[in-house]
Each structure stands twice: as C-alpha cells, then as structure tokens.
C-alpha cells in the first residue's frame, strides 16, 4: 500500500485505527466462558462488543468490513503489536486494557476535535472508551494496591507489556494529531494511575533496540497469526455463509 | 434547514413510536434516536437513526422496524441511514423516557452537561462515596446503592445492589 494523496492516506488511516478495534475485540472475546467472575466476562465482552462497533465503522471507511476483517493476511493487518498480546492471566488483560484505552482515549479526543474525516466516530469512541478507561484503572488500583500475590502479578504485567508501548506514538498517516505531546500525555496518565496502585512505571525501553512494535507497517508478533486462524476460520471454509 | 412537510412531521412521529427492540417499554423518540425523516419524492422516506453505542446491535433490528411502520403508512421505499454525529447522550432520553425507565425497573441516568464515568472511590464493592449525585433505586427509592459491575447485560447499562431493599437492579449509565 503506497500511499499518495489524501484518500489513501485516511484509508492508512482507518485500517490503522478499526484494526487495533478489531484485533483487540477478538482478544477480549477469547474470554468468554474464561472470565474471573460472571460481571466480569460481562464487562469484558461489552468492552469488545465496543470495539467491535468502532471496528465496523473504521474498517468501512477502508474497504468492505467483512472482506478486511476476514480475508486478509497477517502481513495486511495494520494493529499494534500491543492489542494481539495473547490475554495472559487476568492482570495481563488489564495492563492491556488500560495502556490502549488510555491512547484511544487521548487519540479520540483529539480526532474528535480536529474535525477530520474521523470525528464523528471519535466522538462516540471517546465516550465509550472513557468506561473502558475506568474499568482497567479501577481494576488497576484494586490488584495493584490488594494483597502481595495481586501486586506481584500485576507488576510482571505491566512490565511484560511496557515494550510494546512505543510504537503506539509513531505517526499514523492520515491522522493530524501531535504525537509528542499525546505521548508525555499518555505517560503522565499512566504514571499516575500506577503509582495511586502502588506500582512502578516500569523500567526498559519502549522505543529502538529491544522494544518492540511494527505492526503498523504489518509485521506482527507469533501468537497473532493463530489468532487470525480462529478468527478467519468459519469465513473462510465456508464462504457465503450467513445466519 | 429545509421546513419539513406535515407528512414527513407524521412519519417522524410514526418512526419515534417504533419500541425498543431492547427496552420494549420506551419508544425511539423517547430514547432520542430518530434524528430526521425526509421525503425523496411522494412515496420515498429517508430516516436518520443514531445508535446509542456504536457496537449496538439492537440498530438493525431497529432499521427493520421503521422500515416496516413507515410502509405500511404507504411508504413505497424507506431507507434508514446510520448518522454518528452529533454523538447520542443520554441525556437526549426524554423526561417520559426516563420515568417509564424508572417503572421497569431500571434506574434512569443522570442528567448532566458532559458525559463519561463519573469518578469513584474505591472500597472492596462500595463505590458511591465519591459520587456528586446519588443512583437511586428503582424498587425502592432509597440513595443508598452501590455499584457490582460497569457493565451489565448490555453496554449500556451498569450492574447495582440496593443497599436498602437489597435487590439487585440495572443502571442506564450517563454517555
């Protein structure tokens, strides 16, 4: 995809956007039946359920939804690394969780202001994403600031995910937004929820050697072309198929 | 802004008075979805519906009912279109809205200028302590309740307890 005038730029654009939606929808779908507790494989698949919308809208501004969502390879998905992180145990869900929708949040308020051809969608997603937000820092300060087994385990989470935290703030084509300035923005958010969960900021590099993150430019992690399989599986053995 | 005709003001009011396939005892007027009804030509309707959440599932089933209404009221060809913007709130559900909410059985939301999770204190379930203005029950009446879930059996709604009458029940959270 070489992109050269401004249509194919929001089209960069929209893939970028409704393929982070997407993937992490599937994501938090795989906890169906897998949840904690019954509320919480409630919240989680409305948070998905969510995505799922914002990925519809997004993915239609590219293309046809299903034939993006269901046909395309590995190397054609445009996500963050950071949103196909397998699930891992409960704590890695909400590191995830709340990494993401602080930047979706800040990146739909920003879109939703600027008036682009993102707008109106980002002006939903913000509200939306607000509660996604709240119910990863909620959960945050619950287990961060719980027992010493809790802390523990969210500690590793927030640490094994750091590195794929940079590539969230490379410039995405098609989007007119200050990526500096989302970024210190974004850290100081993090920062901040963290240390009322009596947690670190973790240590390591988020961006150059030893981070992580290409998935914009399509190169992706191992555990994401399972993924793909079980989510492309039905589409693609039988084609057609409808309800 | 084109005046609209007596008939696309009856057809509005036709398409408001479809229920919601979710909530069967509010209308889509009173939920304040149905944005506009325009006429293409004497028997073509063209409706702007508005989703509640974006992931809402309940629009399609919505779409098909409008469609059906407004051609059994001699409507020949009716599209719905989708329209984002200006992003649905909740506060565009009417007073009557929210009263029949009430009835139902499912705490109305709030009304207020900007919309998002209103901030919490935390505690091991208690969470209204830092709450300006209280979720009543919809049983019972009392202010006392707390929150169990942000989310409850659909996206819209958040999952309480009355610490009163003790019963469980929904809250059509603020958006």
Redesign the interface.
Same mark, same amino acid.
């Given at each position: 995809m070489t992109a050269t005038g401004p249509a194919t730029a929001s089209v960069t654009a929209a893939l970028a956007l409704g393929d982070d939606a997407l993937v992490l929808s599937h994501r938090l779908g795989e906890w169906a039946g897998h949840a904690p507790a019954l509320?919480?494989e409630?919240?989680l698949?409305?948070?998905a359920? =969510?995505?799922?919308?914002?990925a519809?809208?997004l993915l239609s501004l590219a293309g046809d939804e299903d034939e993006l969502a269901y046909l395309r390879e590995e190397r054609a998905f445009r996500n963050l690394q950071l949103v196909e992180q397998p699930n891992g145990d409960f704590a890695h869900t909400i590191a995830r969780q709340l990494y993401f929708s602080t930047y979706q949040h800040l990146l739909h308020a920003e879109l939703a202001a600027g008036g682009g051809p993102f707008?109106?969608?980002a002006?939903?997603?913000v509200?939306?994403v607000?509660?996604h937000r =709240?119910?990863a820092e909620?959960w945050t300060?619950?287990l961060g600031d719980g027992t010493e087994t809790s802390h523990e385990r969210m500690r590793r989470a927030y640490a094994a995910l750091w590195r794929y935290t940079g590539e969230m703030f490379q410039p995405v084509e098609g989007l007119d937004v200050d990526w500096p300035a989302l970024e210190s923005r974004w850290l100081e958010s993090v920062t901040e929820v963290l240390g009322r969960a009596t947690l670190s900021v973790p240590e390591g590099p988020r961006t150059g050697a030893w981070s992580a993150g290409a998935g914009r430019q399509g190169i992706h992690t191992e555990p994401f072309g399972r993924m793909l399989a079980e989510m492309q599986h039905l589409h693609r053995s039988h084609p057609g198929a409808s309800w | 802004m084109v005046t609209a005709t007596a008939l696309e003001a009856e057809l509005l009011e036709l398409a408001g008075s479809v229920p919601d396939p979710e909530l069967p005892v509010l209308t889509l007027h009173e939920l304040g979805v149905v944005r506009a009804v325009r006429l293409r030509d004497a028997d073509t309707a063209e409706v702007d519906l508005t989703p509640t959440y974006t992931g809402c599932p309940a629009i399609e089933a919505m779409s098909l009912d409008i469609e059906r209404v407004l051609r059994e009221h001699g409507m020949r060809e009716v599209t719905v279109r989708t329209v984002l913007s200006p992003a649905w709130s909740t506060d565009d559900i009417s007073p009557e809205g929210r009263r029949k909410l009430r009835e139902f059985g499912i705490a109305p939301p709030r009304v207020r200028g900007s919309s998002g999770p209103v901030p919490l204190a935390l505690g091991p379930t208690r969470t209204q302590a830092a709450e300006t203005e209280p979720v009543h029950c919809p049983h019972c009446g009392a202010a006392d309740t707390e929150l169990l879930s942000r989310f409850s059996s659909t996206a819209c709604k958040a999952l309480r307890r009355c610490l009163s009458c003790r019963e469980p029940f929904d809250h059509f959270k603020e958006l």
């Amino acid at each position: 995809m070489t992109a050269t005038g401004p249509a194919t730029a929001s089209v960069t654009a929209a893939l970028a956007l409704g393929d982070d939606a997407l993937v992490l929808s599937h994501r938090l779908g795989e906890w169906a039946g897998h949840a904690p507790a019954l509320e919480e494989e409630v919240a989680l698949a409305n948070i998905a359920l =969510d995505l799922l919308g914002q990925a519809r809208v997004l993915l239609s501004l590219a293309g046809d939804e299903d034939e993006l969502a269901y046909l395309r390879e590995e190397r054609a998905f445009r996500n963050l690394q950071l949103v196909e992180q397998p699930n891992g145990d409960f704590a890695h869900t909400i590191a995830r969780q709340l990494y993401f929708s602080t930047y979706q949040h800040l990146l739909h308020a920003e879109l939703a202001a600027g008036g682009g051809p993102f707008a109106p969608l980002a002006a939903k997603a913000v509200k939306e994403v607000a509660y996604h937000r =709240d119910h990863a820092e909620q959960w945050t300060l619950r287990l961060g600031d719980g027992t010493e087994t809790s802390h523990e385990r969210m500690r590793r989470a927030y640490a094994a995910l750091w590195r794929y935290t940079g590539e969230m703030f490379q410039p995405v084509e098609g989007l007119d937004v200050d990526w500096p300035a989302l970024e210190s923005r974004w850290l100081e958010s993090v920062t901040e929820v963290l240390g009322r969960a009596t947690l670190s900021v973790p240590e390591g590099p988020r961006t150059g050697a030893w981070s992580a993150g290409a998935g914009r430019q399509g190169i992706h992690t191992e555990p994401f072309g399972r993924m793909l399989a079980e989510m492309q599986h039905l589409h693609r053995s039988h084609p057609g198929a409808s309800w | 802004m084109v005046t609209a005709t007596a008939l696309e003001a009856e057809l509005l009011e036709l398409a408001g008075s479809v229920p919601d396939p979710e909530l069967p005892v509010l209308t889509l007027h009173e939920l304040g979805v149905v944005r506009a009804v325009r006429l293409r030509d004497a028997d073509t309707a063209e409706v702007d519906l508005t989703p509640t959440y974006t992931g809402c599932p309940a629009i399609e089933a919505m779409s098909l009912d409008i469609e059906r209404v407004l051609r059994e009221h001699g409507m020949r060809e009716v599209t719905v279109r989708t329209v984002l913007s200006p992003a649905w709130s909740t506060d565009d559900i009417s007073p009557e809205g929210r009263r029949k909410l009430r009835e139902f059985g499912i705490a109305p939301p709030r009304v207020r200028g900007s919309s998002g999770p209103v901030p919490l204190a935390l505690g091991p379930t208690r969470t209204q302590a830092a709450e300006t203005e209280p979720v009543h029950c919809p049983h019972c009446g009392a202010a006392d309740t707390e929150l169990l879930s942000r989310f409850s059996s659909t996206a819209c709604k958040a999952l309480r307890r009355c610490l009163s009458c003790r019963e469980p029940f929904d809250h059509f959270k603020e958006l």
